[in-house]
């Protein structure tokens, strides 16, 4: 007798959601269900690296596509690692997923299906979407290394069912009975829709995905003939030059689950030196959801020959660069490699180096020849990029000609170079900051004024993170960062500010007296222009707005 089970609350939500309110692009449950195919093989032939035996007879991986169009039904199987019983359960009846809870509230404000959907690429709820295009989904799966399959079965209203079956062959077989109310173009029992669906989506996966054709013959006779539809090539083995950039946008999007073209794409091939690889690269334009919280791990997957070894390697990507998606395939990996041997790889340091050098060298690149794209890709990136570095002040040097500051001088965001480029003659050699909520709560500080006076260019703090990150950075190519809240501007020769002091020593005497307790001293300024007085900090250099976060801080 089957078991009956229901799904996690969570999972409830989030399958009403798939079956009532997702009405177009429903065709990636095919993609999806694809993807957790290949990933179960590709957890098989790790497996079996260690030993091959564990195959059996059944040693060519390989995905199978079966449409029943008159019963509309689809069938997807696979030879993969398959599932136990507790593996089904704790898959398919929750979501485990960290990045849940994320997306739940995301969910509660109003979303278009493009959204939508981008998030559920994004958050990995792959197997659920099913239900937008079924109204009843099958699984049968059998684990590598159980004697007894499993089936699994859901209309996706609230419960499932579960039970131990028979099964022979390891892997997984999903059924999907098809909605009845499904539009023409979603009639997916078709195979010529889904050998088109496949080409679309699923085309670098790296197993064969096979169906089973009729074909006409010479002589009008009909031939069954198993095919394979995806190209299979893995596109960072193939030469650069014969590769098309909607193959690269197409690959991108397919494998790290975005619905928009990546703002810009680094392949290359490293030969000669001590280390040999491959490395396929690529800069999303938008942030993923989760890329600000603590739930984003950044890292490359790693490849040996086509072998995929494991994914999100962190050590070779710098934490500044951490948005970076793509690969790194090198014969130099050994297969069982572990990530701890990989820590003190001598090789590692290299690649990780090389790589380093070309995305510096893409985003500089961008700066001088695309800025516009560049804003884009800063407003999307720049805090990240931020606070990588701030964990990294050592590495300043290869990250602080990539930041944007919104200055007092200019319309849109320029570079520290564009800064001291456009330094005044007469203006020390110091790049002058002002800290504050925004634009206007910065222009609005008396310590502008006297600046602004001088045309000195002002960059203007308006994340949380800058003030912290510009003391911890110091300068830039020798100047140094200057607030302009700090009691030294420079902005007057000494000479005559002393004589200034001298003069009214009496009156600055009397004001403090006056508001004893209150502040710690009274002096004279040249910053100020229009306004009579301004209050600065006791620190020196510290903004109030700094005190105020250090004080949330408790330090
Ligand atoms: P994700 O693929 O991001 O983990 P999914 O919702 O697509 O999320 O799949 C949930 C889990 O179900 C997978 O992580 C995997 O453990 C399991 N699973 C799904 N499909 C298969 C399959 N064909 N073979 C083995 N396990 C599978
Ligand atoms: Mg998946």
């Not at 010529?192 to 054709?213: A, T």
Request: net charge negative; aromatic share 10%.
């Amino acid at each position: 007798m089957p078991e009956k089970k229901q799904f996690q609350t969570e999972t409830k939500q989030l399958l009403n959601l798939m079956i009532n309110s997702i009405y177009t692009h429903k065709e990636i449950f095919l993609r999806e269900l694809i993807s957790n195919a290949s990933d179960a093989i590709d957890k098989m032939k790790f497996e079996s690296l260690k030993d091959p035996e564990i195959l059996e007879n059944d040693t060519v991986f390989k995905i199978f596509i079966d449409a029943d169009e008159k019963n509309k039904k689809i069938i997807i199987e696979d030879n993969g690692i398959g599932m136990s019983y507790d593996d089904v359960v704790e898959n398919l009846g929750t979501i485990a997923k960290s990045g849940t809870k994320a997306f739940m509230e995301q969910l509660k404000n109003e979303k278009s299906d493009q959204e939508t959907l981008e998030m559920i690429g994004q958050f990995g709820v792959g197997f659920y979407s099913a239900f937008m295009v079924a109204d009843k989904v099958t699984v049968e799966t059998k684990k590598w290394n159980e004697d007894n399959g499993v089936k699994w079965e859901s209309d996706g209203s609230g419960e499932y069912e579960i039970e131990y079956i028979e099964k022979k062959n390891r892997g997984t077989k999903i059924t999907l009975h098809l909605r009845k109310d499904l539009e023409d173009e979603d009639n997916f029992a078709k195979k010529e829709k889904l050998e088109e669906l496949v080409r679309k989506y699923s085309n670098y996966i790296r197993y064969p995905i096979k169906m089973e054709v009729t074909e006409t013959d010479e002589d009008g006779k009909e031939q069954k003939e198993i095919k394979t539809i995806n190209s299979m090539e893995s596109l960072w083995r193939k030469n650069k030059d014969d590769i098309a950039e909607e193959e690269y946008s197409e690959f991108y999007k397919e494998t790290y689950h975005d619905w928009t073209d990546p703002f810009d794409v680094i392949h290359f091939k490293a030969e000669g030196s001590t280390v040999e690889f491959t490395s396929l690269l690529f800069i999303p334009a938008r942030a993923p959801f989760d890329y600000y919280t603590k739930e984003y791990k950044r890292g490359l997957s790693l490849y040996s020959k086509n072998v995929f070894i494991m994914d999100k390697y962190e050590e070779l990507i710098p934490s500044y660069f951490s948005f970076v998606k793509g690969l790194v395939d090198s014969p130099d990996f050994t297969l069982n490699i572990s990530r701890e041997i990989l820590q003190h790889s001598k090789n590692i340091k290299v690649m990780k180096k090389n790589i380093e050098k070309k995305i510096h060298q893409a985003l500089k690149s961008k700066i001088n020849n695309d800025r516009e794209k560049y804003q884009e890709f800063w407003n999307e990136f720049g805090r990240g990029m931020k606070a990588g570095l701030y964990e990294n002040v050592d590495k300043k040097d290869k990250v602080m000609d990539l930041l944007l500051f919104e200055t007092s001088n200019s319309e849109k965001p320029i570079t520290l170079d564009e800064y001291i480029e456009n330094m005044k003659k007469d203006q020390e050699a110091y790049i002058y900051y002002a800290v504050g909520e925004s634009r206007d709560s910065i222009d609005n500080l008396p310590q502008m004024e006297a600046v602004k006076e001088k045309g000195f260019d002002v960059l203007y703090l308006t994340d949380h993170i800058d003030e912290f990150l510009i003391q911890m950075l110091h300068d830039y190519k020798g100047k140094q960062f200057k607030s302009i809240s700090s009691s030294d501007l420079k902005l007057k020769d000494t000479e005559e500010k002393k004589k200034e002091e001298e003069e009214n020593k009496d009156l600055l005497g009397k004001i403090k007296e006056l508001l004893s307790g209150k502040v710690k001293e009274v002096r004279l300024t040249d910053k100020l222009k229009k306004s009579p007085v301004c209050i600065v900090s006791a620190h020196e250099g510290m903004s109030i707005n700094m005190e105020k976060v250090l004080k949330e801080l408790d330090q």
